[in-house]
């Protein structure tokens, strides 16, 4: 515990950031969900249901709701990829592109503000900074989990 306040610190900094998130989203009539499945289609054209769930921790059943909304306006469509038929993989329609950056496209601009702001190296220090954070952490609590 000879840390407790810097990790108090940064744990509240990565929530807070968290719930920015969620403030943009309702302050643009977004479910988090469903932002979460336009964001990432956007950047990423095909993801399986599963790592939509994976990638951004919410239920299985939120993303499958937000899918299917998705899906009743023709903005998503969902496939088999081919190999395994359990595996459906969902991108974005050319309509659900344009809906994506109309929806999802200010977070976009306003997360480039940031990286304007607060400087390209140091954001790049910062995410890879995080990601050696969170991989050490699931690293220790799978260790954990064994003894």
């Not at 989203?25 to 939509?52: A, W």
């Not at 993989?89 to 999802?104: D, N, P, R, W």
Request: with cysteine.
């Amino acid at each position: 515990m000879k840390y407790v306040k810097m990790t108090e610190k940064m744990n509240m900094a990565i929530i807070n950031s968290g719930r920015a998130y969620q403030t943009w989203d309702m302050n643009n009539g977004l479910p988090t969900y469903l932002s979460v499945i336009l964001y990432e289609l956007f950047y990423h054209e095909c993801l399986s249901q599963k790592e939509l769930v994976e990638r951004s921790g919410i239920p299985k059943q939120s993303i499958n709701k937000g899918i299917k909304m998705l899906q009743e306006k023709n903005y998503l469509i969902c496939e088999y990829n081919g190999g395994d038929r359990r595996v459906k993989e969902c991108y974005l329609t050319k309509a659900g592109i344009e809906y994506a950056k109309t929806k999802v496209g200010p977070l976009f601009d306003l997360e480039d503000e940031i990286i304007d702001q607060m400087g390209v190296k140091r954001v790049e220090k910062l995410t890879e900074l995080l990601e050696e954070y969170s991989h050490t952490l699931w690293k220790l609590v799978k260790e954990g989990e064994k003894s």
